[in-house]
């Protein structure tokens, strides 16, 4: 046998995980750069748009009405415009016991529906008595 020449075990190659920790870092780098740079344009974008928004803005008209304060008013919001504005429901927990309140006093109480046609209106446990007493009205059965 020849002379076979072996390197020293420790100039040895080793594999690597093939992972280029630089460019890792280089990337990060970069990316984090252009986030910060378009946090900027964009902030800059509405800093610019305000200032125009500012500077178009008219002023009020001296004989104009007040701008107006809204409130809510029995669970409404009540704007305090003179312009018609749809109804919105703010306060649903009021509304729901007010219905309640209205539904328990027409079955319980007596009261018109039409005065003039003559329709009243009955306490439904006064009903039920009524309609077991006189029972349901039926047709003879057809021959």
């Known amino acids: 046998m020849?002379?076979?020449n072996h390197p020293d075990?420790?100039?040895?190659?080793?594999?690597?995980?093939?992972?280029?920790?630089r460019g890792l870092a280089w990337a990060l780098t970069i990316l984090t750069i252009l986030?910060?740079?378009c946090y900027l344009v964009i902030v800059g974008f509405y800093k610019f748009m305000e200032s125009r928004a500012v500077a178009e803005d008219t002023n009020r008209a001296p004989l104009a009405a007040a701008p107006a304060e809204p409130a809510i008013v029995d669970g409404?919001?009540?704007?305090?415009?003179?312009?018609?504005?749809?109804?919105?429901?703010v306060g649903?927990?009021?509304?729901?016991?007010?219905f309640l309140a209205h539904e328990d006093q027409v079955l319980t109480t007596y009261g018109w529906v039409d005065q003039n046609a003559g329709v009243v209106r009955l306490p439904i446990e006064r009903a039920k008595e009524l309609l077991l007493q006189r029972g349901l009205p039926s047709r003879e059965p057809q021959r």
């Open 2 to 4: 020849t002379d076979i």
């Open 9 to 21: 075990s420790a100039a040895a190659r080793t594999e690597a995980d093939g992972i280029s920790y």
């Open 35 to 37: 986030t910060l740079l």
């Open 76 to 89: 409404r919001v009540e704007s305090g415009s003179t312009a018609p504005v749809p109804p919105l429901l």
């Open 92 to 98: 649903e927990p009021v509304n729901l016991r007010n």
